[in-house]
């Protein structure tokens, strides 16, 4: 098997993005299923939680390597050796590259020093990336924010380029700061900054919600990461991905449309459910497919006494039969 390698891959490069409750692995896979050339990482998982073996943590970075790869598994904490346990013991497990996440703003995270509080701590930062390289064979990257409050070109070049020293791979950058949360717009321009001054590829994120968008939005980068516009609509992930790489003077193009229809998109939402069964359980699979059942009928007539029922589907065939029973009356 070729090793995997950022540089290798067609541009621009077009990933799902890491989104902690959302992109696990019948997630993922769905999304394969619609768009295979899409890159998929997984929800960050704790490094601590690997190195500890918490069977939960364990289960979280569950991937299915015949439709998932190649697989990116994105992992967070502050310490060096937990890090370099947990890429050897992810490597061990057959992911292809590791992702080390230093932009989550979510209080817990940066209150114990994880996530985007490394962006006050690029020393810290630099000896995470160095001792992870130094563990695992796997290329190596990091995602992260514009800063923490202000948003400051030199700082943020001089800390990518100390992260590429430090032998980052691949840098993703979603275009707010850690303060911004996920207010005010995805501000692209201090991205395209720090392309011109890493050798690296970059990776844009942030409010990308259709192929103009996407088109507006990549300039001089590598790729583009998309998260929360595939949420209810996975099909977005392959709108995108023909748009830039479909041959459009090719005697056999064929535009590629999304379904747009409820009953278009049920047997894909079926499929999502069959994938949440298959990877959790059906309790588990079926529990955490609810809130996707409710989100598919936004919007239709009655949908409040349908969301009732979906919220409480217990077992696949209830959800598949209540589904298709809306489907008759939509
Ligand atoms: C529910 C949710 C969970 C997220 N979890 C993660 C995560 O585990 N790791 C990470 O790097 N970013 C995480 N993010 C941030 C996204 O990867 C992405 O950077 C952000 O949503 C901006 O992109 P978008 O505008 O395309 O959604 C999460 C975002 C959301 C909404």
């Given at each position: 098997m070729n090793k995997f390698s950022w540089n290798n891959l067609p541009r621009p490069i077009i990933c799902l993005a890491p989104m902690a409750g959302y992109t696990d692995s019948a997630y993922r896979q769905l999304v394969k299923e619609i768009?295979?050339?899409?890159?998929?990482?997984?929800?960050?998982?704790?490094?601590?939680?690997?190195?500890?073996?918490?069977?939960?943590?364990?289960k979280q970075v569950g991937f299915n390597p015949d439709i998932e790869r190649p697989i990116i598994a994105?992992?967070?904490?502050?310490?060096?050796?937990?890090?370099?346990?947990?890429?050897?013991?992810?490597?061990e497990m057959g992911v292809d590259a590791i992702d080390i996440n230093m932009g989550c703003p979510a209080k817990k995270i940066v209150s114990s020093d994880h996530g985007s509080a490394l962006l006050k701590n690029p020393d810290l930062?630099?000896?995470?990336?160095?001792?992870t390289v130094k563990a695992t064979s796997?290329?190596?990257?990091i995602k992260t924010r514009l800063g923490t409050k202000d948003k400051d070109a030199k700082f943020l070049i001089d800390y990518c380029k100390r992260m590429e020293s430090a032998g980052a791979q691949l840098i993703t950058l979603h275009g707010r700061t850690a303060a911004q949360m996920y207010t005010g717009e995805a501000d692209f321009e201090l991205i395209y900054e720090v392309k011109k001054h890493v050798k690296v590829p970059v990776i844009g994120n942030g409010d990308i919600t259709s192929i103009e968008s996407a088109k507006e939005k990549l300039g001089n980068l590598d790729g583009l990461m998309v998260g929360r516009a595939t949420m209810g609509n996975p099909w977005i992930m392959a709108e995108l991905w023909h748009a830039f790489h479909d041959d459009t003077t090719s005697p056999d193009y064929k535009p590629y449309t999304s379904p747009k229809s409820f009953h278009d998109r049920l047997p894909t939402l079926i499929r999502h459910m069959e994938l949440s069964v298959e990877t959790k359980g059906e309790n588990r699979g079926v529990m955490e497919m609810r809130k996707y059942l409710a989100a598919s009928i936004k919007g239709f007539p009655g949908a409040?006494?349908?969301?009732?029922k979906l919220v409480r589907v217990e077992t696949l065939?209830?959800?598949?039969t209540l589904l298709k029973e809306i489907d008759k009356l939509s």
């Open positions: 768009a295979p050339g899409v890159i998929c990482f997984t929800e960050f998982t704790s490094t601590d939680g690997i190195k500890y073996g918490s069977k939960r943590t364990l994105q992992i967070f904490g502050k310490k060096p050796e937990s890090f370099a346990i947990a890429a050897a013991a992810l490597e930062a630099a000896k995470i990336v160095e001792t796997l290329p190596v990257s409040s006494e349908y969301r009732q065939k209830e959800a598949v």
